[in-house]
T-cell receptor
Framework: DTAVSQTPKYLVTQMGNDKSIKCEQN?????MYWYKQDSKKFLKIMFS???????INETVPNRFSPKSPDKAHLNLHINSLELGDSAVYFC???????????FGEGSRLTVL | GESVGLHLPTLSVQEGDNSIINCAYS??????FIWYKQESGKGPQFIID?????DKRQGQRVTVLLNKTVKHLSLQIAATQPGDSAVYFC????????????FGQGTILTVHP
């Protein structure tokens, strides 16, 4: 069983389109995250939700809108995609205030 | 600003050798550090962590050393195996909650048979 699963794994789209990436965790964690990994492998946090409430928003453009319908799901919607949005997006989860994050396998977004 | 960085971006070793991956951090208030391993096409996986009240922590074939004086930590992998080939990240939790980890750039470890 996959602990943190995200879909789709690959996404290729045109500039200006809107797309979503979904994430689900079955670990019973109360906190979920979105991280972005650029072409140089640099990982940076974007958002964090604890029990469906936004906790961290790292000055991400408002074209990015996370939505957490329940504590097991955290989806990422991106409007008006730009070339610079091309990256691998990782969902992760944890129990609050602990360091051990469990990551999904990533969703590679390519904007043409 | 705060940062966590690595001295060497790549490391190549022979199978059976010991590997040492280094990491420097800048936030003196950081009290919790984690090493992650990322294999190709996968997400980062937790390897080992260490809190600032410790200098050393050992796991299975891995040891993390923390030198708070010079703000440096290292990951030692004993008897490195081809399956250890991956990108290794140190991450700094900075004493905050909710998993706001600051990741270093990563070191690519390649193990040759």
């Amino acid at each position: 069983d996959t602990a943190v699963s995200q879909t789709p794994k690959y996404l290729v789209t045109q500039m200006g389109n809107d797309k979503s990436i979904k994430c689900e965790q079955n670990l019973g964690h109360d906190t979920m995250y979105w991280y972005k990994q650029d072409s140089k492998k640099f990982l940076k946090i974007m958002f964090s939700y604890n029990n469906k409430e936004l906790i961290i928003n790292e000055t991400v453009p408002n074209r990015f809108s996370p939505k957490s319908p329940d504590k097991a799901h955290l989806n990422l919607h991106i409007n008006s995609l730009e070339l610079g949005d091309s990256a691998v997006y990782f969902c992760a989860s944890s129990f609050h205030s602990t360091g051990e994050l469990f990551f999904g396998e990533g969703s590679r977004l390519t904007v043409l | 600003g705060e940062s966590v960085g690595l001295h060497l971006p790549t490391l190549s070793v022979q199978e059976g050798d010991n590997s040492i991956i280094n990491c420097a951090y800048s936030n003196s208030a950081s009290d919790y550090f984690i090493w992650y391993k990322q294999e190709s096409g996968k997400g980062p996986q937790f390897i080992i962590d260490i809190r600032s009240n410790m200098d050393k922590r050992q796991g299975q074939r891995v040891t993390v050393l923390l030198n708070k004086t010079v703000k440096h930590l290292s990951l030692q992998i004993a008897a490195t195996q081809p399956g250890d080939s991956a990108v290794y990240f140190c991450a700094d939790a900075g004493g905050t909650s909710y998993g706001k980890l600051t990741f270093g750039q990563g070191t690519i470890l390649t193990v040759h048979p």
